[in-house]
Each structure stands twice: as C-alpha cells, then as structure tokens.
T-cell receptor, first 113, second 110 residues
Framework: NAGVTQTPKFQVLKTGQSMTLQCAQD?????MYWYRQDPGMGLRLIYY???????DKGEVPNGYNVSRLNKREFSLRLESAAPSQTSVYFC????????????FGSGTQLSVL | GQQLNQSPQSMFIQEGEDVSMNCTSS?????WLWYKQEPGEGPVLLIA?????ELTSNGRLTAQFGITRKDSFLNISASIPSDVGIYFC??????????FGDGTTLTVKP
C-alpha cells in the first residue's frame, strides 16, 4: 500500500545547483501532477502529465522541467535552483475512472540558499 | 486563472466545539473537494462533491456543494484534538485542473 512515493524528503541546494525530485505511484494511474506549497498558501500546479509520454504546464512552470519516464514515474527537475524555489513540493496521481480524487505523496522540503 | 477564497484563514477552538469553514469562487465548478493536511504529510481527501446542492458526510465531517456551484462548506462537529491540521478546499471545472484554496489552519485546545 505504498501509494505515491517521493524522494528525497529534504534537500538543501545552493543557488544555481540542479537536482531532480523523484515520484512514483503504484496505483496504475494515468494522470500525475507536481505541486508546490508555500507558507500560508494553497497548492499551485507546476506541471502535470495526463498519460505516459505527455506533459503540460500548470500555473507556475517557470524554472522547472518534468519527465514522465513511464506510467509509474514522474520526475521534476530544477536546472538552476533559485531562492524563490524554496518550497515544499508534492507529487500526486489521480484516479482515472469516474470522479476526481488526488492521492498525494508526503512531500519534499526544498531549501535554496 | 480561477481563484478560490477560503475562510477563515485560521481557527482556534476548544475541544468539543463545532467548526465551519467555506470556499467561494467567482467561477462555476463541477466538483468540490475537501482535503486535510497534517504536518509533514501530503493532503488527504476527506469528502468529494459532484452535484449542486449535494450534502455528504464522512463521520463527524459534513460538506455541501453550494446551489450556485460557486461555493462549498465544510463542517466538523464535536471537534477532537486529532482534527488539528490544515483543511483545503479544491474546485474543478469541466476538463480543468483542480484549483486549491489557501487553507484553513485548525487548532483544537484540549
């Protein structure tokens, strides 16, 4: 019953460094999402993938890239980290049939110094 | 993009009290969802609403899909300490992605 698994849990970067956040789901969902959460704010969509091989920009895509490696995995890459990207990042997947239900990972807390 | 106004921003209540929070939008949604987030975890779905006027319960939680389709309400009855967390509403229009409110932080004093 793993659900949505994100790694790492915590990360500290220096400005200009790059890194990839990993996400995997074992529920056979087609749709996967990356959100960021800033203090006192709701979740803002960075990128999403409706199916393997497709990705689309969300509300705040600048500074990020994504890869839908296969049906299970959806990664988020910061090519040149900036302090404004300090946030908590959540990956989610969605049920495909019927109604909308998002299942979230436990988050990655990223600090960019 | 679509905006959701969630209120109140925070609540400090005594154990046993009832809680009410709501979300309003300038746009019509076809789905309203309520999530709870505990420290260090991702949000977990509490209640999903799919039809205007729908009233749905999950234990001590009750949520309603507003008749205008532009608002939703969540009530928690007889609060307990484990109700502490951040509650998010989310709305979804046709073929759109979910838009999240900014959250209501609930603190329950024993």
């Amino acid at each position: 019953n793993a659900g949505v698994t994100q790694t790492p849990k915590f990360q500290v970067l220096k400005t200009g460094q790059s890194m990839t956040l990993q996400c995997a789901q074992d529920m056979n969902h087609n749709s996967m999402y990356w959100y960021r959460q800033d203090p006192g704010m709701g979740l803002r969509l960075i990128y999403y993938s409706a199916s393997e091989g497709t990705t689309d920009k969300g509300e705040v895509p600048n500074g990020y890239n994504v890869s839908r490696l296969n049906k299970r995995e959806f990664s988020l890459r910061l090519e040149s980290a900036a302090p404004s990207q300090t946030s908590v990042y959540f990956c989610a997947s969605r049920t495909d049939r019927g109604r909308e239900k998002l299942f979230f990972g436990s988050g990655t807390q990223l600090s960019v110094l | 993009g679509q905006q959701l106004n969630q209120s109140p921003q925070s609540m400090f209540i005594q154990e046993g009290e009832d809680v009410s929070m709501n979300c309003t939008s300038s746009s019509i949604f076809n789905t309203w969802l309520w999530y709870k987030q505990e420290p260090g975890e991702g949000p977990v779905l509490l209640i999903a609403l799919y039809k205007a006027g729908e009233l749905t319960s999950n234990g001590r939680l009750t949520a309603q899909f507003g008749i205008t389709r532009k608002d939703s309400f969540l009530n928690i009855s007889a609060s307990i300490p484990s109700d502490v967390g951040i509650y998010f509403c989310a709305g979804r229009a046709n073929a759109g992605k979910s838009t999240f409110g900014d959250g209501t932080t609930l603190t329950v004093k024993p």
